[in-house]
């Protein structure tokens, strides 16, 4: 079973342009909602993170949107750039394990 | 030097082959996972340890089995590998604070193809 879906698969923006990544998920007792970007060739590495009693957490161009009621949340990158291309995962925590979304590949055109 | 190794970094081998694969930290952690990714499926958890004496099962153990050496060292272990066992495989290890916000690190990877 998905426990965390995100969507889209893929996504191409154009340089300066503003990405945005969603997911869902099922569990109300996760409580810890993760992004992870994995450059080609190495492994995923934190970028940012959120505890759902917040609704937005902004670390310079990187957002997260998350909406309690939803169960949803997203991450927004404000001006995209190609050093940004990456595959972005999704997750969610309950004190114990992460569970992963599938992943989108963003890429960022000059 | 990086704080999570694996080695190999690639492996080929054959059906039938057992293989292991490893993983060692110098970060200090008592958390450590092994995970495979597979194109459009993501990152799903094989087995998880919290520590030396702790190994758990994830979402997809089974044809697997993993060894906790000591607190920075864990392998994975495909006893009769397959064709569909053929993806790219982390290792991780996170620090737990008891606040629920751990961050996992990982290694850079093994990537396998089973003939």
């Known amino acids: 079973q998905q426990q965390v879906k995100q969507s889209p698969q893929s996504l191409i923006v154009q340089k300066g342009g503003i990405s945005i990544i969603n997911c869902a998920y099922e569990n109300t007792a996760f409580d810890y909602f993760p992004w992870y970007q994995q450059f080609p060739g190495k492994g995923p590495a934190l970028l940012i993170a959120i505890r759902p009693d917040v609704s937005e957490k902004k670390e310079g161009r990187f957002t997260i949107s998350f909406n309690k009621s939803a169960k949803q949340f997203s991450l927004h990158i404000m001006d995209s750039q190609p050093g940004d291309s990456a595959t972005y995962f999704c997750a969610a925590s309950r004190s114990d394990k992460l569970i992963f979304g599938t992943g989108t590949r963003l890429q960022v055109f000059p | 030097d990086a704080d999570v190794t694996q080695t190999p970094r690639n492996r080929i081998t054959k059906t039938g082959k057992r293989i292991m694969l490893e993983c060692s930290q110098t970060k200090g952690h008592d958390r450590m996972y092994w995970y495979r990714q597979d194109p459009g499926l993501g990152l799903r958890l094989i087995y998880y340890?919290?520590?030396?004496?702790?190994?758990n099962k994830g979402e997809i153990s089974d044809g697997y089995s993993v060894s906790r050496q000591a607190q920075a060292k864990f392998s994975l272990s495909l006893e009769s590998a397959i064709p569909n066992q053929t993806a790219l495989y982390f290792c991780?290890?996170?620090?737990?604070?008891?606040?629920?916000?751990?961050?996992?690190?990982f290694g850079p990877g093994t990537r396998l193809l089973v003939l």
């Open positions: 991780a290890t996170s620090d737990y604070y008891g606040t629920g916000q751990e961050t996992q690190y």
């Open positions: 340890s919290f520590d030396v004496k702790d190994i």
